[in-house]
């Protein structure tokens, strides 16, 4: 996992700027899973994974944290017993940006 976390954009060293309507939408079109949720500053992508039990939702859990640390941006996450629901935005743009869908898609491959 370190591996192809690490081949992906250093998100510690790039500037984010946020996304338009038109490219907002055609990178949701491309997260599959992925909704938006919220509105104007609060607007984020969000998708809610499913697990057999706690230690598994826990273990994602610790997979994202990895994952976020290491792009220094960090979700929302909302964690139950059987599942966990992450949501992306970038508060500093107060929208979306690239670096939410670049997150989504790490996060996702967790379990592909």
Sequence with gaps: M???????????????????GPEI??????AAG???????????????YNFVNYYETISFVNAVA???NAQDHHPDLSVHYNRCVVRWNTHDVQGLSETDFECASQVDALLA
């Design 2 to 20: 370190t591996d192809s976390i690490l081949k992906k954009k250093d998100w510690t060293l790039l500037s984010r700027r946020p996304l338009s």
């Design 25 to 30: 939408v055609t990178r949701l079109a491309a």
């Design 66 to 68: 990895f994952i976020a």
């Design 34 to 48: 992925w909704k938006l949720a919220g509105d104007g500053p609060d607007i984020a992508i969000e998708k809610t």
